[in-house]
């Protein structure tokens, strides 16, 4: 018999963009034309917000169902309900001490450079303060612990969805993942695949979306910088230098997390998710990039299902980026009215904020909120509570620094959870992050196990 003739083929190169077509190419120059419009232009800048919120109330709009079929497809494979209560429990240990280090950080750094000394505020000009934070939180109050968890279980299935609270879906999800992987231990039910092919929907749904993200990220920069202008930089350059500074800080914290406890070079996952980053960066908004930060990290060899649980749950209880700010912005309060806090005073603000910034992220104003009940609680009777009100001017350009340190401290929360749990795929994680080929999954979860 005549011996087959093999003849070797080259693997095709990888394709890649060219420069000019990529996003973050792309996201750079709308960043920067925002800028330029909302400097020159500050009139036009401001009329341009709703180019931003259409884009995010798009993202939005498809990021529940996301969460469900991530979740559910992630617990289905995995198997039982022993290794997601694992799972969630050491994303848990894990939220609860890095956001209290990044509070005590922040202390640190508030007390070394004193962002808030020379500020000089008079509190008999305080008087309308109250009224413009009341505006700023719609009338809202920070929930009670008790009510906050019982809101995470929402009222119908439906409601979840329809009033896109991320908690209640997410709570959702994992009933019914669990339910649906008790249904199939005697063969996987036609369901499963079902929710598959959905999830493939919405995901190319949202690639469609993200090819407006440039236009997105023009509009919510000229609006940033038409609104409250350049001039606000300096107004608060201490503060604001002072966060910034702690943020950059606080990344060399993360960096030496995932290196530890990961085995992660924070700086080249930063480079696999620069575009991810810099549109949550332009946006001000975590939630935009949500679906596609899920998707990257379980590209990379985390599991779907420690993904599903870890990222959407630290969006409520890892807001690294949030607390930092807190902390700081209590001790600048203090020393713009000239009131020097005592190492006890800022213990009860500590122990005040580690409740207050839980749960933070879907009520308006919430920054505003936590600062006046930590300021309630110190009971220093210098410090009124309408003195909130002096950030107002700074706020909002603070939510680039926050939502930065947000996203990239679930990333490796999700990293490190991963890894605690047996489920990060190194081999993979290690080829993606030094920019190898590698195969498309296949399977829904390959690192799923039963236990």
């Known amino acids: 018999m005549a011996q087959e003739l093999v003849i070797p083929v080259e693997p095709a190169a990888p394709y890649r963009t060219p420069w000019y077509r990529a996003l973050f190419t792309q996201l750079l120059v709308a960043v920067v034309a925002g800028i330029v419009v909302g ?108 009510d906050f968890l019982l809101n995470i279980i929402p009222t119908s299935m439906l409601s979840a969805f329809a009033e896109n609270k991320m908690l209640q879906v997410l709570f959702v999800a994992v009933f019914f993942g669990v339910a649906l992987a008790k249904f199939g231990e005697n063969g996987p039910p036609v ?31 000229a609006y940033i910088v038409g609104q409250y202008g350049l001039k606000s930089l300096g107004s608060y350059g201490k503060l604001i230098g002072c966060c910034y500074l702690a943020a950059v800080l606080f990344l060399f914290v993360l960096a030496a997390i995932a290196r530890i406890f990961a085995g992660v070079s924070l700086w080249k996952f930063l480079k696999y998710i620069r575009e991810e980053m810099f549109l949550a960066l332009s946006t001000a908004s975590t939630e935009v990039v949500l679906p596609r930060i899920m998707t990257k990290l379980i590209d990379a060899g985390c599991s779907r299902a420690t993904t599903g649980l870890v990222v959407p749950t630290g969006y409520s209880f890892n807001l690294d980026g949030a607390t930092l700010y807190l902390s700081i912005c209590v001790l600048f309060l203090a020393q713009a009215l000239d009131v020097n806090l005592s190492i006890g005073e800022q213990l009860t603000a500590l ?101």
């Not at 749904?205 to 997105?216: A, D, H, R």
């Not at 605690?420 to 080929?437: A, H, K, Y």
């Open 39 to 146: 400097a020159l232009w500050p009139h036009v800048g401001a009329e341009l917000k709703p180019l931003g919120d259409g884009f995010i109330k798009l993202i939005k709009m498809v990021i529940a169902p996301i969460v469900f079929c991530t979740v559910v497809l992630g617990i289905a494979h995995v198997g039982n309900l022993k290794s997601v209560g694992r799972i969630g429990v050491k994303a848990l240990i894990y939220f609860e001490a890095v956001t209290t280090f990044a509070l005590l950080f922040g202390l640190v750094v508030g007390n070394v450079l004193k962002p808030g000394t020379g500020f000089s505020i008079d509190p008999k000009t305080l008087a309308t303060g109250a009224d413009q934070i009341a505006k700023t939180t719609q009338n809202g109050s920070l929930p009670h612990t008790v």
């Open 191 to 221: 369901i499963l695949e079902g929710i598959d092919h959905v999830s493939r929907i919405f995901f190319i749904m949202i690639g469609w979306i993200m090819k407006l993200s440039p236009l997105g990220a023009f509009g919510a920069m």
């Open 351 to 451: 122990l005040v904020l580690m409740l207050t910034s839980k749960g933070m992220a879907a009520v308006p104003g919430s920054s505003f909120l936590a600062l006046s009940a930590t300021i309630t609680a110190i009971g220093h009777g210098s410090i009124p509570v309408a003195a909130v009100a002096i950030l107002l001017g700074a706020d909002r350009i603070m939510d680039s620094m926050r939502v930065s340190v947000n996203l990239l401290g679930n990333c490796v929360a999700t990293l490190v959870v991963a890894n605690w749990e047996g489920q990060l795929d190194r081999e993979r994680l290690t080829r993606v992050l030094n920019g190898e080929s590698v195969e498309p999954l296949r399977d829904p979860d390959p690192m799923a196990v039963n236990v």
